[in-house]
Nanobody, 125 residues
Framework: QVHLAESGGGVAPAGGSVRLSCVVSGRPSSIATMGWFRQAPGKEREFVAGHIWNSGRTYYGPSLKDRFTMSGDISKRTVDLQMSDLIPEDTAVYYC??????????????????WGQGTQVTVSS
């Protein structure tokens, strides 16, 4: 079993920055791919970023690469999401995700094996 715990959400002004962190516990050796998803009110959960756990390779959902940066530290069992130049449309609950298989491109939520509890990010205009 794998457990994911996010932290770092909150309220930020438009144009500001927020950094989210996710700690992986349990059996992190069973995980190949980490990721972040988000879900805004009334919308479906969408892919934000993915990270190959042991290689450092990272990829992003459409239009997010210029403002979001995902990183991972396997020795600390953590992945982070640095979000900059925030806009009100970034307001959502952000979820840390773990996949037991390799995923080298953006993947659907149905591929996710483990979810964190989510952390709210609110961008004020």
């Amino acid at each position: 079993q794998v457990h994911l715990a996010e932290s770092g959400g909150g309220v930020a002004p438009a144009g500001g920055s927020v950094r989210l962190s996710c700690v992986v516990s349990g059996r992190p050796s069973s995980i190949a791919t980490m990721g972040w998803f988000r879900q805004a009110p009334g919308k479906e959960r969408e892919f934000v970023a993915g990270h190959i756990w042991n290689s450092g390779r990272t990829y992003y959902g459409p239009s997010l690469k210029d403002r979001f940066t995902m990183s991972g530290d396997i020795s600390k069992r953590t992945v982070d999401l640095q979000m900059s130049d925030l806009i009100p449309e970034d307001t959502a609950v952000y979820y840390c995700a773990a996949v037991e298989k390799w995923r080298f491109t953006p993947y659907p939520q149905s591929d996710v094996d483990y979810w964190g509890q989510g952390t709210q990010v609110t961008v004020s205009s």
